[in-house]
């Protein structure tokens, strides 16, 4: 799949670059320790799945395989899930859909998020034997609060990637993580291919699409994130505005 920006990221703020080269020196310094780091990350996030057909992802390039050459209109008020997902050489963790009895999306609040961790991430860690490894989350309040980031220390002690923990998370850094650069957009793709009519059906796609992600897939785009972290470094923080993921 070749990457086309569909949607623009926030411009990037004068402290933005140093952030970005600390983190990708970071990030190149681990791997010249263990090459295969890329592999002992849990990237996270949540996205906006609008029935209408288009992905929500605040101040962020949403990626896909064509390149639309369109303005998109969005109504007022559509229906939506609210959707989470942990990305990692293990596999995709979810998707976690934040709703309520009736099932209607609501917002990721603080105890939302912690809810979600310790009901649904923590026990599939369990499960799946996960030792050693680090997690990512970006810089919304709900990730960041002191009581999160204690909460997430339960299990990852110090290997915590977000604002407020052991390594920095850079602000308007979509375009370094595997969510954004490549995950929103292939399954944007695929889930909407069949025009689902209902909530249910947009869930169930989502579903089926994440179900067709192949292992190689994965370890491709991880790879990519390796080579992002090079250009990052290279170009002293800056955007990286020529990188296009194929997979």
């Known amino acids: ?26 990030a190149e ?17 949540e996205a906006h799945f609008h ?8 101040n962020c390039r949403i990626w896909g395989s064509e390149n639309p050459h ?25 998707p976690f859909f934040f709703e309520n009895e009736q099932g209607n999306a609501v917002t990721v609040s603080g105890d939302r998020y912690r809810a979600m961790l310790s009901n649904f991430l923590f026990p599939k860690i369990e499960e799946d034997d996960i030792d050693d490894i680090w997690f990512q989350q970006d810089g919304a309040t709900c990730h960041t609060a002191n009581v999160t980031i204690d909460l997430l220390r339960t299990v990852f002690e110090n ?5 407020n923990a052991d390594v920095n998370w850079p602000p308007r850094s979509c375009d370094l993580t595997p969510l954004d650069f490549f995950l929103w957009g292939a399954v944007k793709d695929k889930c909407y291919a069949k025009h689902p009519e209902t909530i249910d059906d947009l869930k169930h796609e989502i579903e089926v699409a994440i179900d067709e992600i192949e292992a190689q897939t994965i370890e491709n785009v991880l790879k990519n994130w390796t080579d992002r972290m090079e250009y990052c470094k290279a ?13």
Not at 32 to 40: S, T
Not at 70 to 94: A, L, N
Not at 159 to 163: F, L, N, Y
Not at 235 to 247: A, C, K, P, T, Y
């Open 235 to 247: 170009s002293r923080g800056s955007h990286l505005n020529d990188v296009v993921f194929h997979s």
């Open 51 to 58: 029935l209408g057909g288009y992905v929500n992802k605040q």
């Open 1 to 26: 799949m070749n990457a086309y920006k569909v949607q623009l990221v926030q411009e990037l703020k004068p402290h933005d670059h140093l952030m970005r080269f600390r983190f990708a020196k970071w």
């Open 70 to 94: 369109v303005i998109v209109e969005k109504p007022m008020h559509p229906q939506r899930v609210t959707v989470w997902w942990g990305f990692w050489s293990g596999g995709i963790i979810g």
């Open 29 to 45: 310094d681990r791997l010249i320790e263990d090459e295969h780091f890329y592999r002992k990350i849990i990237f996270s996030d």
């Open 159 to 163: 290997r915590i990637i977000s604002r």
